[in-house]
């Protein structure tokens, strides 16, 4: 149950990837959202398996490992948070395409959220000496099967919201706010 309410609590409060998914449902449809949540549930899943089999032991013995990792994000994320706050047509005229799965699966590994999740989850789920591939599998486990569906609620959240957006002047003002909002998350995550 603390594993299950841990994975609820990261997952579905507010950060870079619900953020994302949410301004891009409202801007393209749940439906073009669908392989950017599911490259979230996969993607921090398979990253989630890698620091608890193995990647956390050397960024716990390299601490600037971790601090680069961190800063190279945070800029991802910087620019992430420009770009849905600028979201709209492209040069071509044609709206810029929504994040697709793989580019959402690897963006976990720039997501200082993500790393922060995952170096929290794995030390504090799993125990000295246990059957560490169990544990890690359970947690594993857990945050695919949470994580999907919460992105799923945001992408509905942003559908829903898509309609409301019918004018230029609407669709700006929640581009910029989401954007901003997603600038907003790095900072605890610096701090």
């Not at 409202?26 to 669908?34: E, K, L, Q």
């Not at 089999?53 to 390299?62: F, N």
């Not at 720039?110 to 789920?125: E, G, Q, R």
Request: charged letters at 5%.
């Amino acid at each position: 149950m603390p594993l299950l309410a841990f994975a609820v609590a990261t997952s579905g409060t507010p950060g870079p990837n619900v953020l994302m998914v949410a301004a891009s449902a409202a801007n393209h449809g749940f439906r073009a959202t669908v392989p950017h949540q599911a490259g979230i549930a996969f993607g921090f899943a398979f990253m989630l398996g890698v620091v608890g089999l193995g990647a956390a032991t050397p960024l716990a013995m390299y601490p600037a490992i971790h601090a680069v990792l961190k800063w190279v994000g945070a800029a991802w994320l910087l620019y992430l948070s420009w770009k849905i706050a600028t979201a709209g047509e492209a040069k071509s005229g044609q709206p810029r395409p929504p994040l697709g799965f793989i580019g959402a699966a690897l963006f976990q590994w720039v997501n200082p959220k993500a790393w922060s999740i995952a170096l929290s989850a794995i030390p504090v789920f799993t125990t000295p000496g246990g059957d560490l591939l169990r544990e890690v599998g359970l947690i594993v486990v857990v945050f695919f099967l949470v994580c999907w569906p919460l992105t799923a609620l945001w992408g509905a959240f942003g559908a829903a919201i898509g309609a409301w957006l019918s004018t230029p002047a609407r669709r700006r003002a929640f581009n910029v706010t989401m954007g901003a909002l997603c600038a907003l998350s790095v900072v605890p995550m610096l701090a």
